[in-house]
Structure formats: structure tokens, C-alpha cells
């Protein structure tokens, strides 16, 4: 029984059903979402500080120079042609949020896991405003976050899908942002 189990939670896995994670499971309420839609700057200020500490993230942005926006994208363009894995961050299969994440640590840079977190890196602005190396977010009809991808700052982007894709470029022409974090000064 106990095999049959662990085989049937690996298939759903592995077929891309699982569970779907909002910013409340995380511990990012209704009210941080609503206060980075007015613009605010939650970069050093979390209610939840156990769940989400920003400040040790973004101190570890060391190279400000511009060479380093180079850097990030030229990194998430060798992940082209990975597998989507759901919570996966190698290159042996990927999801958005892991992609960002061993993107900017191979640049020691160190970032949440999940785009929940990812998203209060930074204020959001317009994705017109978006430079090679910028983060791109997508939301859905109820406002909350559920795809990353890293910006190469002519409106193209890469990414990783979703179940049965692979990390590819796109472009906000084909597939809109809602809004868009710069991490990189």
C-alpha cells in the first residue's frame, strides 16, 4: 500500500498536479499584495518575518555594475531546452521560480524559492520600465502571482512554462506581464 501511494503522489507529480500555492501559504498576506499594487516598498518591512526576511536577500547584491544584468540573463539562457519540473532547480528539470532563483545564486545572489516571495523583492513598476535582468511577474483574474521570468530588456524573456514545456525564451507580446521587480540596482 505504502508503495502505491509514494507511486501515485510521483505520477501526480510529475504530471504537473499539485497543489497550487498562494501567497497566504507562504505567509504574504492580502494586504502586502494590495500595499505592492499601490506601489509601496515592502522591501524591509514583512508582518510575517519568520516566513519572509527580504533584508538578507537583497544584501547579498554585491556587483551593482552594469556587467552583472549581462551576467544574469547570458546564465538563464543556459537553461534553454530544460525540462518544466515543478519545484525543480537544476538542469535536469525547472520550474520559474527555481530558475530565478539558481540564475541569481550562480551570481551570488540569494533569493526566496517561490515567486510569492520573489515578488516583494522590489517595487512593482511598469514592464515598459523593464532592463536586461528585471523581473518579470504574471497574475492571475484574483491578483495573485503565479509565474516569474527574467527580463533581457527589449521585451523578451526567458522562462520556464509549465508541465511539459521547456525553459525558453518569450515575449511580453505574446505572453502579457502584469508588472515587473528590478533587483539588480
Not at 544574469?72 to 530558475?99: F, H, K, M, N
Not at 516583494?120 to 515598459?128: C, D
Amino acid at each position: 500500500m505504502k508503495k502505491w501511494v509514494i507511486g501515485f503522489i510521483l505520477l501526480n507529480y510529475l504530471a504537473g498536479m499539485v497543489p497550487e500555492v498562494n501567497a497566504q501559504m507562504v505567509g504574504i498576506t492580502n494586504k502586502d499584495v494590495e500595499a505592492m499594487k499601490d506601489g509601496e516598498d515592502l522591501t524591509h518591512y514583512h508582518p510575517n518575518a519568520e516566513t519572509v526576511n527580504l533584508n538578507p536577500y537583497l544584501s547579498t547584491v554585491k556587483d551593482k555594475s552594469e556587467g552583472m544584468r549581462d551576467k544574469i540573463y547570458q546564465e538563464a539562457q543556459r537553461y534553454i531546452g530544460t525540462p518544466y519540473v515543478w519545484g525543480g532547480t537544476s538542469r535536469a528539470g525547472i520550474d520559474c521560480s527555481g530558475l530565478v532563483q539558481v540564475v541569481f545564486r550562480a551570481h551570488g545572489i540569494a533569493l526566496p524559492r517561490i515567486t510569492q516571495e520573489q515578488q516583494l523583492l522590489g517595487k512593482r513598476k511598469s514592464i515598459q520600465q523593464a532592463k536586461k535582468g528585471d523581473l518579470y511577474f504574471w497574475e492571475d483574474n484574483r491578483g495573485d502571482v503565479y509565474h516569474v521570468a527574467i527580463a533581457n530588456g527589449d521585451g523578451g524573456y526567458v522562462h520556464a512554462p509549465s508541465p511539459g514545456q521547456y525553459v525558453g525564451n518569450g515575449h511580453i507580446y505574446d505572453f502579457s506581464p502584469s508588472f515587473m521587480i528590478r533587483i539588480l540596482p
